[in-house]
């Protein structure tokens, strides 16, 4: 059973850059045909699709995080991580990293990791 945990800083400063890892375990990010996205949920809000990439290492993004956002992955250690830059006290939130077994469908999620953006 593939397992997926978030990490982390809790704290980020207005301006500068969120940077989180998740480790992946019980199943590898190569394997065909998955995808592996980051989620977020702003407090008193839904849950916001902001990328992911792909078993063989291609990326999407939202169009509402692309200019922001930087998803990239580390094979050899089972990780893939997500880089949200110029972040704003509106980017406090639970950010979530999620397996996709297709179309969006996400299937196994990390328990999420809250982010506060504050000086």
């Known amino acids: 059973q593939v397992q997926l945990q978030e990490s982390g800083p809790g704290l980020v400063k207005p301006s500068q850059m969120l940077s989180l890892t998740c480790t992946v375990s019980?199943?590898?990010?190569?394997?065909?045909?998955?995808?592996w996205g980051w989620i977020r949920q702003p407090p008193g809000k839904g849950l916001e699709w902001m990328g992911a990439?792909?078993?063989?290492?291609?990326?999407y993004y939202s169009p509402s995080f692309e200019s922001r956002t930087s998803i990239s992955r580390d094979t050899s250690k089972n990780q893939f991580s997500l880089q949200l830059s110029s972040v704003t006290p509106e980017d406090t939130a639970v950010y979530y990293c999620a397996r996709d077994p297709s179309d969006q469908t996400y299937d196994s999620w990390g328990q999420g990791t809250q982010v506060t953006v504050s000086s």
């Open positions: 019980g199943g590898s990010i190569t394997t065909s045909y998955y995808a």
């Open positions: 990439i792909s078993y063989d290492g291609s990326t």
